[in-house]
């Protein structure tokens, strides 16, 4: 194998390892944890490159395996924070967090349904002839700057 294959390979192992934001990661637990429930969660797809893959849920187990699940998920982790027990935190937090392989598969699916990031952008307030109009902008980053620009900020 070439040396420039081998380092591409491995960035490309590193790349489906990284996490690009905490909240990410911990969506990510909270799915795995889903999945260990039984019959609650299911991740199907009849394509062989998962461009239809679908995440079940069986809602009317939500209260009942899927409360108990995440409780129980919940509960390990306040435990070892609580008793300080980094070894087995540790292990769990690697354990939920950790892409496999059988999950590493739907990765690239997922990025190429990825949607942009919304814009959280705040309308203002405008006085015309005595009475309040709302001023909204578009959810882009020009909607932002054209809102805080009319503010006279």
Request: with cysteine; net charge positive.
């Amino acid at each position: 194998m070439s040396q420039k294959r081998r380092a591409d390979n491995e960035y490309q192992a590193n790349t489906i390892k990284k996490w690009g934001q905490a909240h990410m990661q911990a969506r990510f637990s909270i799915l795995k944890c889903f999945l260990t429930a039984p019959g609650f969660v299911t991740l199907d797809s009849t394509e062989s490159d998962y461009s239809d893959l679908t995440i079940h849920l069986d809602r009317s187990k939500i209260a009942t395996v899927g409360v108990k699940a995440v409780n129980d998920y919940l509960l390990k982790l306040h435990v070892y924070k609580s008793t300080a027990n980094v070894e087995k935190g540790t292990e769990l937090y690697k354990m939920m967090t950790e892409v496999d392989e059988h999950m590493a598969k739907y990765r690239e699916v997922v990025m190429k349904k990825k949607l942009p990031r919304k814009q959280f952008v705040q309308a203002n307030t405008v006085l015309t002839d005595g009475k309040v109009e709302l001023k909204e902008y578009e959810l882009t980053p020009e909607g932002l700057i054209k809102s805080w620009v009319e503010r006279d900020v």
